[in-house]
């Protein structure tokens, strides 16, 4: 199943608001940080451990 990297980070985003209540800033950073990463060096090492 493909998701837009986009969808996924809404859908996180909305959940980890709604579950846990962190503040704001929180998840601008985790949501930022993990776009970031996405699109890095890093990506095929993530893409290997995600699927």
């Excluded at 890093?42 to 699927?51: F, S």
């Amino acid at each position: 199943m493909d998701v837009p990297l986009w969808l996924a980070l809404i859908v996180v985003g909305w959940l980890g608001i709604k579950l846990f209540r962190p503040p704001a800033w929180l998840v601008v950073v985790l949501l930022l940080g993990g776009y970031l990463l996405a699109d890095s060096l890093l990506a095929p090492v993530i893409d290997t451990a995600v699927k």
